[in-house]
C-alpha cells in the first residue's frame, strides 16, 4: 500500500459510514436475542463485532454447526427489526450524498463495502434516493469471510476495475478499517461511533472526521 498512489475509487461501508444506523442495530439485537431466550449475554459480543457478517454472528451465537438456512433465517429476522426500527428515523451521515456526487464529478468510481445483505443495500439506497448511483455493491453474501477479513473490499475493487492501491475505504469501525489495510487501501476513519483514540495512529488512515460536512474533497485526495 503506498500513500502516494493516486486515488480512483472510494469504498463506502454502509452503517455508520453513510447512514447513521448505529444505534438501531445497537437497539434491534438485544431484541432479536431476547426472543430466543439469551437476555443480553451477547450484546456485548455484537456490538463490539461491527463489520463481520450476519451468518458469522449467528454461528458464534448460536453455536458453530448452525446450518445455514437456519442462520440466514435468523439474519433476516434480526435486520428486519433493525430496518423497522430505523425507518422512521432515517438519516445520513452528514453531508454523504454531497461529498459522493462531488467525487463521481471529480471522476472517481464509486462503491458499497458492507457486511449486511442485499434488503440493507437497498433500504439505504432507497432511503438515501441513491439507486444506481453506486459502480458496485458488495454484501455479506458475495464473499467467503466478513471483516476485518479484506474480501469485502477486494470485491468491490475488483467488481470496479480498479487496483486496491488506488482505492480509498470509508469505514466507522475498527474492524473495516483494519480490512481496510489488510486489503492494501487507504482509509477515512468516521467518527460517528467511537472516539478518535480509536484509529488514531494507523499509517493506512489518511483522515479522521465526525461526518462528511468536516471532509472536504480536496483533504482526501491530497493524500495521494
Known amino acids: 500500500m503506498s500513500s502516494t498512489a493516486r486515488i480512483d475509487a472510494f469504498i463506502f461501508d454502509i452503517d455508520?459510514?453513510?447512514i447513521d444506523s448505529m444505534p438501531y442495530h445497537n437497539a434491534s439485537w438485544p431484541a432479536m436475542l431476547e426472543r430466543h431466550g439469551f437476555g443480553d449475554r451477547h450484546v456485548e459480543l455484537v456490538r463490539n463485532s461491527a463489520g463481520r457478517t450476519g451468518v458469522e454472528l449467528m454461528r458464534e451465537i448460536f453455536g458453530p454447526e448452525l446450518p445455514l438456512d437456519r442462520a440466514h433465517a435468523l439474519v433476516e429476522e434480526k435486520e428486519s427489526l433493525y430496518r423497522e426500527l430505523f425507518r422512521p428515523h432515517f438519516r445520513e451521515v452528514p453531508g454523504f450524498a454531497?461529498?459522493?456526487?462531488?467525487?463521481?464529478?471529480?471522476g472517481l468510481k464509486i462503491g458499497?463495502?458492507?457486511?449486511?445483505?442485499?434488503n440493507n443495500i437497498a433500504f439505504a439506497l432507497e432511503g438515501l434516493a441513491m439507486e444506481g448511483f453506486f459502480d458496485a455493491a458488495v454484501?455479506?453474501?458475495?464473499?467467503?469471510?466478513?471483516?476485518?477479513?479484506?474480501?469485502i473490499f477486494l470485491e468491490a475493487a475488483r467488481r470496479m476495475g480498479v487496483a486496491p492501491q488506488h482505492c480509498v475505504v470509508f469505514e466507522d469501525a475498527p474492524l473495516?478499517?483494519?480490512?481496510?489495510?489488510?486489503?492494501?487501501?487507504?482509509?477515512?476513519?468516521?467518527?460517528?461511533?467511537?472516539?478518535?483514540s480509536e484509529f488514531e495512529g494507523l499509517p493506512h488512515v489518511v483522515r479522521i472526521c465526525p461526518h462528511y460536512l468536516e471532509l472536504p474533497l480536496s483533504a482526501v485526495l491530497a493524500s495521494s
Open 16 to 18: 455508520g459510514t453513510i
Open 98 to 106: 454531497a461529498f459522493a456526487r462531488a467525487a463521481r464529478e471529480h
Open 112 to 118: 458499497l463495502g458492507t457486511a449486511g445483505d442485499a
Open 139 to 151: 454484501g455479506a453474501p458475495d464473499v467467503a469471510r466478513g471483516k476485518p477479513e479484506p474480501d
Open 176 to 196: 473495516g478499517i483494519e480490512a481496510a489495510r489488510r486489503a492494501g487501501m487507504r482509509a477515512v476513519a468516521l467518527t460517528t461511533s467511537l472516539s478518535p
